[in-house]
C-alpha cells in the first residue's frame, strides 16, 4: 500500500508526533496556514526563525515546526524578536502568541514595536481567553461572559488588537478568523514579504475553555459561528458602528509603506560613517 504524506510533512520536526493542543482548537488550522504560506512562497523553514511567549498558541512552532523557535518568557516574545532581527536581519522572524501574552503583559512590547515599525510578521491568535492557564479572562473576553476569574461576568472592555495595532502605526494589519484559512494564508504570504511590522489577529476557536465555561459550544458550532458574525472590511464600511456592533470585521485593515526602524538606524549610520570619513 502506498503511503500517503501530508504536503507540508517536510516542515515538522522529525519524531514530534503528538500536539500538546485539545482536539478542536483552532491553533491547528492557523499552524497549517502559516506553514502553506512558506511552502507557496517557495521559502524554507531555514529563513525563518520563530518565537513565542507562553500560552496554548505559543506550541504551534515549538516544537512542531523544524526551524529555529525561540519559545520565550510570557508577554516577551516581541522584545525577543526585535533583538533577533537586529542580530540576525537576513532572518525573517515570525512571532506566534496568543491574546493574553501580546495584549496584556506584553500590550506595551506590540505597540512600541507596531509605532517602530520593526520588520517582523507578529501572528495573534485571539482566543478571547486565557486558554492554557484554565479560562481566566483575558483583555480581548467579550463584555459581560463568565470566566474562570469573572464568575459573575466580565465587567471590562475589550480591546479591539487590530485597531490598537493600527493606531500604533504599524503598516501591515489584517484579522481573519480559522473559518477562513485561505485568506489567512494569502495576508500571512503577504506579510511575510513586507518591510515593516506586519500584524495578523486570527480569531480563534478554544472549545475547552472558551466554548465549554462560555456555553458557545463545540468547534464546528464555534466556526459556524464565526462564519455568521464576520464581515468584509468593505462591507463594513458602508455600515454604522451601532450596525457593525457584534460582527467581526475580516480582511486586511491597512497595507501601507512607512519607515521601518532597523532600515533608519541603518541610514543614520551611513551618514555618520561617511561625514567621520
Ligand atoms: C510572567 C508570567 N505571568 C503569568 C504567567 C501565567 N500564564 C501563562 S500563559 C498565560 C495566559 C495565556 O493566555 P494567552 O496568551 O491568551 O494564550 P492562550 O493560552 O490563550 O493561547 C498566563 C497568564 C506566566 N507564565 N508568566
Ligand atoms: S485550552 Fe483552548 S486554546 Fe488551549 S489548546 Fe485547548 S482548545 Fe486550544
Ligand atoms: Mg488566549
Known amino acids: 500500500m502506498r503511503e500517503i504524506i501530508h504536503p ?9 508526533l503528538a500536539t500538546t493542543n485539545c482536539p478542536g482548537c483552532g491553533n491547528g488550522i492557523a499552524a497549517q496556514a ?4 512558506i511552502d507557496e512562497l517557495g521559502l524554507n523553514l531555514d529563513d525563518f526563525i520563530f518565537v513565542t511567549g ?25 522584545a525577543f524578536a526585535l533583538g533577533i532581527k537586529m542580530g540576525l536581519p537576513q532572518k525573517k522572524v515570525v512571532v506566534t502568541s496568543g491574546d493574553g501574552d501580546l495584549a496584556a503583559i506584553g500590550g506595551n512590547h506590540l505597540i512600541h514595536n507596531a ?12 482566543n478571547g481567553i486565557y486558554g492554557m ?25 475589550p480591546f479591539d488588537i487590530s485597531g490598537l495595532v493600527m493606531a500604533a502605526g504599524a503598516s501591515f494589519v489584517a484579522r481573519w478568523t480559522t473559518y477562513h484559512p ?9 506579510a511575510i514579504q513586507k ?8 480569531i480563534t476557536q478554544c ?23 464576520s464581515i468584509s472590511v468593505k462591507e463594513a464600511a458602508k455600515l454604522t458602528e451601532e450596525e457593525i456592533r457584534g460582527r467581526i470585521v475580516v480582511g486586511e485593515l491597512r497595507d501601507k509603506d512607512v519607515p521601518e526602524m532597523l532600515s533608519e538606524i541603518n541610514k543614520i549610520k551611513e551618514r555618520v560613517l561617511k561625514e567621520k570619513a
Open 8 to 16: 507540508l510533512h517536510r516542515f515538522i520536526r522529525p519524531g514530534v
Open 34 to 37: 502559516i506553514l502553506r504560506a
Open 54 to 78: 507562553i500560552g496554548c498558541s505559543a506550541w504551534i512552532p515549538s516544537p512542531f515546526f523544524n526551524v529555529d523557535v525561540l519559545h520565550t518568557t510570557h508577554g516577551r516574545p516581541i
Open 115 to 126: 509605532r517602530r515599525n520593526v520588520e517582523m510578521v507578529v501572528i495573534c491568535l485571539n
Open 133 to 157: 492557564t484554565g479560562g481566566q479572562a483575558a483583555p480581548t473576553t467579550p463584555l459581560g461572559l463568565k470566566t474562570a476569574t469573572t464568575p459573575y461576568g466580565t465587567f471590562e472592555n
Open 182 to 190: 485561505r485568506q489567512l494564508t494569502a495576508s500571512i504570504k503577504k
Open 195 to 202: 518591510k515593516g511590522f506586519s500584524f495578523i489577529e486570527v
Open 207 to 229: 472549545p475547552v475553555q472558551f466554548g465549554r465555561k462560555t456555553g458557545s459550544g463545540s468547534a464546528v458550532e464555534m466556526l459556524k459561528e464565526y462564519k455568521g458574525r
